[in-house]
Structures are given as structure tokens and as C-alpha cells.
């Protein structure tokens, strides 16, 4: 398995998808609510997988004249779209139509830069695929 070096990330929010300037680190967390099927007289538990949520965060060095970052906004749902190699031709990109933007934080340490950390959940699934 090749291994990605993360530099080369890219990430865009927008209809007319523009680049979140200054971005550090990115998450994406799929998972499913665990539905449990056990009954009286099984001495093991059982379950099966219930409906899927897809959350997430990114932060940056926060830059207040960012478009990109200035598109974060609580109760927004705008297209995000994640380039975990970066752009190009071939290229992964993991696209999301609706991301409900839930929180904004910015940050600062007396020893470090002001940063800021924008949480979203998907409407649906991320569409995964190589960039045309």
C-alpha cells in the first residue's frame, strides 16, 4: 500500500467550490449506530448495523480574510469537498452536496498561532471518486 503524505491535501466548501486557506489537519468519521438484536436466551449479543453518519472536522491557521474559511457558517449546508493527494487528474476526491456546518472554535495559546476548527456532518454519504 503507497503511503500519502498529507501536505498535499486540499479541501473546498462552497457551490462554487473555493479552497479553505490555511488548513492543518482534516477528518472524516463514518460509522453506524449499532442496533442491538439479542433476545432472552442468547448468552451472546447480537446486532446489526443501523444508520450511517458521516462527521468531521477540518482546521486552519485562521486567516479572517479567507473566502474558504469564511464559508464555515453554523446552520449552512454548502458542497464540501476533500483531495486527500491534492488535485489533479485521477486523484481521489471524496465530495459531499450537503455538509451542516455544527460548530466553529477558534482558538490561540500566548505560544502558538490563533487557529480555527470547523465541525460538519454529512447529508448522506461522501460520493468517493478519482477527479476527472
Known sequence: MAAIRGCFGVVEIGPTPVVVGEVTAYSIDANAAEIDTSSMGDCT?????????????????YDPDDVGQLLFLIGTAPQLIIYPEGKGTGLVEWKAAEAN????????AVDGVVTVEMSYSINGEFVVADQA
Open 45 to 61: 449479543a447480537s446486532s446489526i448495523a443501523g444508520v450511517k453518519k458521516t462527521t468531521g472536522t477540518i482546521t486552519a491557521n
Open 101 to 108: 456546518i455544527l460548530q466553529n472554535s477558534v482558538s490561540a
